[in-house]
């Protein structure tokens, strides 16, 4: 999709449809006011008559308004005055372009970025708008037969600005939100894929080819000699039970010179059954999610390097299946983390944290000036927050400050849980030095106090993600999420934004 600015009123503008606004109350947005004005008052009379209401998610699409050049007008509901924040703004541009794009319209200019948004800039509502609009268009049905992935029908979006020292930040908001939106279709894709297409070699292919097509990316892709070598029996025992190859996926972006990277590191399970503590039947198809950990952090390095950030970023990701056989790992099972510390394994389930320790460990060799991982980790953490919020564990305020920071201006929200030594005491072990599980209660903050004892003296967070990275039910696929967070939170430290 291509972007520009525009400056000119809505009724002046030609082309195949503009989108503007109306409140509730018969109050109209400034496009629309322009609109109504060029019609000689058609707006207010399809108010009137009660066709506008201005309601959330409710639209009128006007053809061939007299005195307006546009081929179209587009009116979509605001809802009630006063009341226009981020997430009605999202919903208006969502609305409109999911009733434009199964249409012929090929070129559309929206001036819903001329409306006041409580908290937001020129420079976020063209990210918003174009984010949202990118995502209305993703569709994956690369497993049907005979169909093909539609290319966007509108090809030409305009983003209307109230004044031209505006146009910059505009531009740069829709470059951003381009490159989020094509970063978060390589997550979902990754995601959506079956466990049975998208094993650890395919994930590792998948990083691969990033790196083939960019020069400052390069990806190490190690496999299980060479993980043996490293001493990481904690991961090896997750992928004892399948025939599918572990994977080391190691990749690397140079965008700066001396500076201490950003290590991200994803977990990625390609198909969740529990091993030998096999979880229950039904809805474990919804466990073929379990590397969105792992893809979101291969889209971020997507997105990095498309946006050429002068950072460095470092991406590690564990990636196995976790299936129960004669050869899986057995509950009381006792193995060796690459750091040393020996683990009881009590519950073969709990095998996310015991990939994740090794590239922890190994993540120490990049002197990270900054360590997160990103995993759907626990069960625990979506009766915690639900779908809505991804978890944010940090003993560092400023770290976990500036993920929720970033949660909030990419409308990617997390919440921060607490990381405290008191839970600690849950993962004793009366036989290793410590223990894969604690007791059901506080299951997600027990799993990042697992972490945390290979982090030590590192500035270290754990995301959560387990019940924002899908969505189950009918509209069941992959989020994309967190990679609007982590984008955020690597161009503020790049100093990219405006
Ligand atoms: N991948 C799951 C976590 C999960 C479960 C995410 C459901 C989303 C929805 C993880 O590997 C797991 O099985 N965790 C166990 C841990 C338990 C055995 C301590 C869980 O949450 O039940
Ligand atoms: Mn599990
Ligand atoms: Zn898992």
């Given at each position: 999709?291509?972007f520009?600015?525009?400056?000119?009123?809505?009724?002046r503008?030609a082309?195949?449809?503009v989108?503007?606004?109306?409140y509730?109350?018969?109050?109209?947005?400034l496009?629309?006011?322009?609109?109504?004005?060029a019609s000689?008052?058609?707006?207010?009379?399809?108010?009137?008559?009660?066709d506008?209401?201005?309601?959330?998610g409710?639209s009128l699409?006007?053809?061939?308004?007299?005195?307006?050049?546009?081929?179209?007008?587009l009116?979509?509901?605001?809802?009630?005055p006063?009341?226009?924040?981020i997430?009605?703004?999202?919903?208006a541009v969502?609305?409109?372009?999911?009733?434009?794009?199964?249409s012929?319209v090929?070129?559309i200019?929206?001036?819903?970025t001329?409306?006041?948004?409580a908290?937001?800039?020129p420079y976020?509502l063209?990210r918003?708008?174009?984010e949202?609009?990118?995502?209305c268009f993703?569709s994956f049905d690369?497993?049907?037969?005979?169909?093909k992935r539609r290319?966007?029908s509108?090809?030409k979006?305009?983003?209307?600005v109230?004044?031209?020292?505006?146009t910059?930040k505009?531009m740069l908001?829709a470059q951003?939100?381009q490159?989020?939106?094509?970063g978060?279709?390589?997550?979902?894709?990754?995601?959506?894929?079956p466990a049975n297409v998208?094993?650890?070699?395919?994930?590792?292919r998948?990083?691969q080819k990033?790196?083939?097509?960019?020069?400052?990316v390069?990806?190490k892709?190690l496999?299980e000699a060479?993980?043996?070598?490293?001493g990481m029996?904690?991961?090896?025992?997750?992928?004892?039970?399948?025939?599918?190859?572990a994977?080391?996926?190691?990749?690397?972006?140079?965008g700066?010179?001396k500076?201490?990277?950003v290590v991200?590191?994803g977990?990625?399970?390609t198909?969740?059954?529990g091993?030998?503590?096999?979880?229950p039947?039904p809805?474990?198809?919804?466990?073929?999610?379990?590397?969105?950990g792992?893809a979101?952090v291969?889209?971020?390095?997507?997105?990095?390097e498309?946006?050429?950030l002068?950072?460095n970023?470092?991406?590690?990701?564990?990636t196995?299946?976790?299936?129960?056989?004669?050869t899986?790992t057995?509950p009381?099972?006792?193995v060796?983390s690459?750091?040393?510390?020996?683990?009881?394994?009590?519950?073969?389930?709990?095998?996310?944290r015991?990939?994740?320790?090794?590239?922890?460990t190994y993540?120490?060799?990049?002197k990270p000036?900054?360590?997160?991982d990103?995993a759907?980790?626990?069960?625990?953490?979506?009766i915690?927050?639900?779908?809505?919020?991804?978890?944010?564990m940090s003993?560092?305020d400023?770290?976990a400050?500036?993920?929720?920071?970033?949660?909030?201006?990419?409308?990617?929200r997390?919440w921060?849980?607490?990381?405290?030594?008191?839970y600690?005491k849950q993962?004793?072990?009366?036989?290793?030095d410590?223990?894969?599980?604690?007791s059901?209660d506080?299951g997600a903050i027990?799993?990042a106090c697992?972490?945390?004892k290979?982090?030590?003296?590192?500035n270290?967070a754990?995301?959560?993600i387990?019940?924002?990275?899908?969505?189950?039910?009918g509209?069941?696929?992959?989020?994309?999420r967190?990679?609007p967070?982590?984008t955020?939170?690597?161009?503020q430290?790049?100093?990219?934004l405006?």
């Amino acid at each position: 999709m291509e972007f520009f600015t525009t400056t000119s009123a809505a009724s002046r503008r030609a082309g195949g449809c503009v989108i503007v606004g109306v409140y509730e109350k018969g109050k109209l947005g400034l496009g629309a006011a322009d609109i109504d004005a060029a019609s000689k008052g058609l707006i207010k009379r399809h108010i009137r008559d009660g066709d506008i209401s201005g309601r959330s998610g409710t639209s009128l699409l006007l053809p061939a308004v007299p005195g307006v050049r546009s081929q179209r007008v587009l009116v979509i509901g605001l809802g009630k005055p006063g009341d226009f924040g981020i997430k009605q703004f999202r919903l208006a541009v969502e609305t409109a372009i999911n009733l434009i794009k199964g249409s012929k319209v090929r070129d559309i200019v929206i001036y819903l970025t001329l409306e006041d948004v409580a908290g937001s800039s020129p420079y976020y509502l063209a990210r918003y708008a174009v984010e949202t609009a990118g995502n209305c268009f993703y569709s994956f049905d690369e497993m049907k037969s005979g169909k093909k992935r539609r290319t966007p029908s509108i090809k030409k979006t305009g983003l209307a600005v109230k004044k031209r020292s505006d146009t910059a930040k505009t531009m740069l908001g829709a470059q951003h939100a381009q490159a989020i939106v094509e970063g978060m279709s390589l997550a979902r894709d990754l995601g959506n894929l079956p466990a049975n297409v998208c094993t650890p070699s395919y994930l590792a292919r998948a990083a691969q080819k990033i790196a083939r097509q960019q020069r400052n990316v390069t990806t190490k892709v190690l496999g299980e000699a060479e993980i043996k070598r490293l001493g990481m029996h904690a991961f090896l025992s997750v992928t004892g039970g399948t025939t599918e190859p572990a994977k080391l996926i190691v990749m690397q972006y140079r965008g700066a010179a001396k500076k201490k990277p950003v290590v991200l590191v994803g977990k990625g399970i390609t198909f969740d059954a529990g091993g030998i503590s096999l979880k229950p039947g039904p809805g474990m198809d919804e466990m073929k999610f379990d590397m969105c950990g792992a893809a979101s952090v291969i889209a971020t390095m997507s997105i990095v390097e498309k946006l050429k950030l002068p950072i460095n970023l470092n991406v590690v990701i564990p990636t196995c299946e976790n299936l129960p056989s004669g050869t899986a790992t057995r509950p009381g099972d006792i193995v060796t983390s690459m750091s040393g510390k020996t683990i009881e394994i009590l519950n073969t389930d709990a095998e996310g944290r015991l990939i994740l320790c090794d590239a922890l460990t190994y993540a120490r060799r990049f002197k990270p000036d900054v360590l997160i991982d990103v995993a759907t980790l626990t069960g625990a953490c979506v009766i915690a927050l639900g779908h809505h919020r991804t978890a944010v564990m940090s003993k560092h305020d400023d770290l976990a400050n500036d993920l929720t920071d970033a949660g909030i201006a990419a409308d990617d929200r997390g919440w921060r849980m607490p990381l405290a030594d008191e839970y600690e005491k849950q993962l004793r072990s009366n036989f290793a030095d410590f223990a894969n599980i604690g007791s059901r209660d506080g299951g997600a903050i027990t799993a990042a106090c697992f972490l945390s004892k290979f982090t030590d003296g590192m500035n270290w967070a754990h995301l959560d993600i387990a019940g924002t990275a899908w969505r189950g039910g009918g509209k069941k696929g992959s989020t994309g999420r967190p990679v609007p967070m982590l984008t955020e939170f690597l161009l503020q430290r790049a100093g990219a934004l405006p």
